[in-house]
């Protein structure tokens, strides 16, 4: 059994694309500029909003810390409102903190508005600490930097620790600091774009992970 497990957050705890996408849009339509398909902002879902804002309007870097700057702002106007947590997840995290299972989050999300939807759903109790874009000296996903700093902070070794995402960018992350991963489909990225970055495990619904931490489920069965 695992002692800890690292959470990306954005398409694994929490459905949060609808609002990324409407704000994205909502950024670029107050820059003047075309705005981007829901597939393409699904596409950069992550990484960091800088980089995402930079890839979708092909901009250079003062072009997109000025969108990102728009984006951070109307965040609460229209991102917050639209964020749920997948089915299972609140349940699930619960089970895994009461067998001792030590729990933390990486995220491309600011500390920010990561802090305020964990505080809206009340679930800041089961993760001992977290990685968030704002660490500026930490490269971001799919480097394994973020993976290699929490596990350091926890006292862990690599094969004791899982790292669960929706994109390939999660599995690249802990693939690259010699974690066990798992991907979750429900997220922004393909079944196949998974299963290219070639995760330890794969799995459809939330729950399925304490089959994995707790009972028989093997790399075999991907």
Known sequence: MPTAILFDFDGTLANTAPGIVLTMQKTFEEMGLAIPTEEAVRHTIGLPLKDCVRILGNFDDRQAEAGAA?????????????????????????????HGL??????????????????????????????????????????????LVLMERLGIRAEETLVVGDTSFDIEMGRMA????????????????LLDACPTYIIDHFGDLLDIVLGSTTSADL
Request: aromatic share 10%.
């Open 70 to 98: 728009i984006y951070r702002r109307l965040f609460p106007l229209y991102e917050i409102d639209h964020i749920s947590i997948f089915p299972e997840v609140q349940e699930t995290l619960a089970t895994l903190a009461a």
């Open 102 to 147: 030590r729990m933390a989050i990486c995220t491309s999300r600011n500390k920010f508005s990561l802090d305020s939807i964990l505080r809206r759903y009340h679930m800041e109790a089961f993760f001992e600490t977290i990685i968030t874009a704002d660490t500026h000296t930490l490269r971001p996903k799919p480097a394994p930097d973020m993976a």
């Open 178 to 193: 010699h974690c066990p991963t798992v991907a979750v489909t429900y997220g922004n990225h393909s079944r196949q774009q």
